[in-house]
């Protein structure tokens, strides 16, 4: 008669079991832990997978910032706050908004700002309402990233 797994489990193969998960949830730990937001003036940080950079656990995505509702100046500044209060992870994409997000991030990150974050941009090839007026190639995406 076969025994369960967890009878054919010796003392041996136990220890080595234990001391492997806790390794693991120590190195986990140390990967996943932010700066203590008390030394940051209230905001975390932590590493950005295996680029070396150091952002905010709260990033500013920029899809709003483009949108009719919000005015061109309005964008600038809630930007700006965001940096000013230590956000330093920044997303935005070409289609928000048409580029009008991208332009006003652009205008946002002027005067020392860009120095400050860490700008994530995406290449998306998701279904629009409109008709895209760009193709999805590798020209189309450098051309943009190019420019800045």
């Given at each position: 008669?076969?025994?369960?797994a967890?009878?054919r489990?010796?003392?041996?193969?136990?220890?080595?079991?234990?001391a492997?998960?806790?390794a693991?949830?120590q190195?986990?730990?140390?990967?996943?832990?932010?700066?203590?937001?008390?030394?940051?003036?209230?905001?975390?940080y932590?590493?950005?997978?295996?680029?070396?950079?150091?952002v905010?656990?709260?990033?500013?995505g920029g899809?709003?910032?483009?949108?009719?509702?919000i005015?061109?100046?309005?964008s600038i500044?809630?930007?700006?706050?965001?940096?000013?209060?230590?956000?330093?992870?920044?997303?935005?994409?070409?289609?928000?908004?048409?580029?009008v997000?991208?332009?006003?991030m652009g205008?946002?990150?002027?005067?020392?700002?860009?120095?400050?974050?860490?700008?994530?941009?995406?290449l998306?090839d998701?279904?629009?309402?409109?008709?895209?007026s760009?193709?999805?190639?590798?020209?189309?995406?450098?051309?943009?990233?190019?420019s800045?």
């Amino acid at each position: 008669m076969d025994q369960p797994a967890y009878a054919r489990f010796d003392r041996r193969t136990f220890v080595r079991a234990a001391a492997a998960s806790i390794a693991a949830q120590q190195m986990l730990a140390a990967n996943l832990r932010a700066d203590s937001p008390a030394e940051n003036n209230g905001m975390g940080y932590r590493q950005l997978g295996r680029t070396g950079e150091r952002v905010s656990v709260i990033g500013l995505g920029g899809f709003h910032i483009g949108h009719s509702s919000i005015s061109e100046a309005d964008s600038i500044q809630l930007i700006r706050q965001a940096i000013d209060r230590g956000i330093t992870f920044m997303d935005n994409c070409w289609d928000y908004n048409d580029g009008v997000s991208e332009i006003r991030m652009g205008k946002a990150l002027a005067g020392g700002y860009r120095n400050r974050v860490f700008l994530m941009t995406r290449l998306m090839d998701a279904p629009v309402p409109q008709p895209r007026s760009r193709s999805m190639n590798r020209c189309s995406a450098c051309r943009p990233i190019a420019s800045t």
